[in-house]
């Protein structure tokens, strides 16, 4: 299948003014200026629209907390241990949720979603195309797992008269499950090679080895500035690779975030004060991040924001002084990138999954259309069919 008459927008290059993209399968197999020799019923005439890399939210929690479905289909948040890393989002991913049809109607062709903010250790997070037939279709791979700081996980449990109570116990917490897990990890590599018996097993400390090897990363929830700092200690402490997810008061630090070449999720941008810790954001946060060399990916923080408005959240960093095609990589090659999924997506490149989307406008206009989604070689939406 060849989509044709395009204004192309690669975003790891500069855009072809008009071009063609070639499929097969679910792979993008050729990106070229001109018209294609050989064009059959079966190819589409994009008639000058402009032709984009399916967008990325890059975090959400998308599918864990049921569309409209309450207190029963919410899956966020397992607040009853504090530690709890070997919890896999794919088993409670709801993959009927009507937000993966918004996203896809929305341009959205992979959100990385997982568990909540409650935990000092949370669960893991995942990649997952939004269209496809069952969580395990729609899956791309592991990618992290998530540990919170700051009020959240004080909220949850000081009403249970548990710990953490405290940003120090919060920060033990999290430090005491990493020691734990490497010193699991060394005991097992130690019985390999001196062929002795092999510790009695841990779930929890396996779940956090591939973190511990660097396979996989550590997102952390962080607002605050000193809750962000304590993300980078507690990252360099154990070596770990970071992303740094709402960085509200990133603005107050960017140049030690750039000094450590943090990378950061940015949102939800359009949101109110609804806490203590988010008393100091602002939709510049963005652009002041960018300025000081801080690599950023815009989130919706889906449901929090709903994750049909990333583009728009893109759009009101933009007015709020991020440069318009850096707002643009920071839903698409960005995302990507950080989190280690740009051999499959985030941009329109040979070899990899078709996940293409056509729209009638600038992407960053609210009165634009996405005219057609295509997922893994399939089309996904197409305005004016259901």
Known sequence: MYIYNAQIFPMDRPPVELGYVRIEGTKITEVSGGVPDNISADDYNAGGMLLFPGFIDAHSHIGLLGDGAGAEGDDINEDNDPVTPHLRAIDALCFTDGYFAEAVKAGITTCITGAGSANPVGGDFIAVKTYGRSADEMLIKRVAVKFALGENPKAAYAEKETSPVTRMSTAAIIREALFKAGRYMND????????????????????????????????????????????????????????????????????????????????????????????????????????????????????ELPVNYLTCSAAYCVKAGLPRLEALKAITVNPAEIAGISDRTGSVTAGKDADLILLNGDPLDIMTDVVMTIINGRIAYKAGQL
């Open 188 to 303: 097992i590599e130690s019985a390999v090679k001196n062929d002795e018996s092999l510790p009695e097993f841990d779930i929890k400390s396996e779940a956090l080895i591939p973190l511990l090897k660097n396979e996989i990363k550590a997102y952390f929830h962080c607002h605050r500035a000193d809750d962000i700092m304590t993300a980078v200690r507690i990252s360099k402490e154990f070596n770990l690779d970071y992303v740094l997810v709402h960085c509200t008061e990133g603005h107050l630090i960017a140049d030690l975030l750039s000094e450590e070449k943090a990378a950061v999720f940015l949102g939800p941008v359009i949101c109110g004060r609804s806490k203590p810790e988010l008393s100091k954001l602002c939709t510049e946060n963005a652009a002041v991040l960018h300025k000081n060399g801080v690599r950023i990916a815009v989130c919706t923080d889906h449901p």
